[in-house]
């Protein structure tokens, strides 16, 4: 059977092709404390004066979880800082940059370029991409004149109408003979609205050929190994470079934005009902919380929904029969929110019916704010996730969610959203 997951898959391990000056830990730690791989929680908070209703737990209810961030642009680095001289598209004011080092004869450079592009459309107000070239001269025997052909375009203000053209036609001219290239460029150039002869003056322009020979030059005392390499937010990423793998870093830097980094106050009464409502795209599901016998991690799940962290996010792991999972704004499945609680155990509650609503976690005392719905009774979990509501009534929505079952390597369909959750005490 399939277990609640939020966790970090084999897809995102980095294997590294590289000397060790080249690996950047503090970016690693970043998406470790992201994704919640292996939680270390830091030394606990303590929490806030707690009301007499509620029964205090003997270990810490929550303890926040502190990592690194990324390194600002001043932390020092082998690679020249992002600058007015680079080709750049996207975000102005970007949460993640995408600094590539390609070459436009090379295959697996235009099979990332597809991948960056769907990144950009997904992403238009946090994602920059950076393009610099390393035409690898030694294997390659149109890469100088495909750059050269960048650059020229650049020169009337067509460098990304040529760059994105080069990979889209790639097949069709990198078995050309170096003269009929050049043709093929210019008619290229003719369509894109150039004017062709000033087109083809710059392509052979001294300064433009010295560009081009210095980024090979300057990508060869880098160390520069294989294009395409790429960078995030300025450290060497040589994991996947499928559209899902790259997606859910970029989601989990943004959602790092939004972390906490203390844990909630305590506010819940455990002589007090909750009712918790989802409003989703397929209607609502009502459910009761348990105050009373997981007080902590209501707390937290109050809180959670009265700050927003639950509105327009999407159930992202749905399987039919069994549970369905929501509660993660980045969507990944991988996301948490700065802190975790403790998992808090009745006795008296069992996975011995649909529409229990648990916490998910990755060991003891680790849940955040995702949390799974049952589909049916899954006695297998007992004692191992905490329970903290019942669903009332809107079984009915649950069984329409879209299912979705998150692989690496393969695409999924838009999940069905959740709008917000609302609470009611009385």
Known sequence: MSKPSSFLSSSFLFPSFLSPSFLF????????????????????????????????????????????????????????????????????????????????????????EKEAGRLLEKHPEELLIVSRIFPQLNTNDKAALAAQAAEAAAEQGKFWE???????????????????????????????????DRFRTDLQREEIVARVQQAWESGQ???????????????????PLDYNSLNDIIELIVLGKRQYESCPAVTVQSNKEYIATLH???????????????????????????????????????????????GDPSGTGKGNPGYYMITEIDPSLSFDRPGRAAMVNSGPDTSGSQFFITYAPTTKYNGQYTIFGQVLSGMEVLKQLTPRDPQPGTDLPPGDKLINVTVEEK
């Open 25 to 112: 830990p503090s970016f690693f730690l970043l998406l470790t404390f992201l994704t919640a791989c292996n939680p270390s929680p830091a030394t606990p908070l303590s929490t806030s004066p707690v009301i007499p209703s509620i029964i205090v737990p003997t270990q810490p209810a929550c303890t926040t979880v502190l990592a690194e961030p990324t390194p600002g642009p001043d932390a020092p680095s082998i690679f020249p800082p992002v600058s007015q001289a680079d080709h750049r598209r996207g975000a102005q004011n970007p949460i993640v940059t995408i600094t590539e080092y390609v070459d436009y004869q090379d295959f697996m450079s235009g099979l990332f």
């Open 162 to 196: 040529m760059h994105d053209l080069l990979y889209a036609q790639q097949q069709n001219w990198t078995n050309l003979s170096a003269q009929d290239f050049e043709q093929w460029l210019a008619a290229q150039a003719s369509g894109l609205g150039m004017s062709v």
């Open 221 to 239: 005392k880098i160390g520069v190994p294989v294009t395409p390499l790429i960078l995030i937010n300025g450290q060497i990423y040589s994991g």
């Open 280 to 326: 989703t795209e397929k209607g609502d599901i009502v459910i009761q919380l348990f105050a009373d016998k997981a007080p902590m991690t209501v707390n937290s799940f109050l809180f959670l929904a009265g700050s927003g962290w639950y509105d327009n996010i999407t159930f992202h792991r749905v399987i039919p029969d069994l549970f369905a999972q929501t």
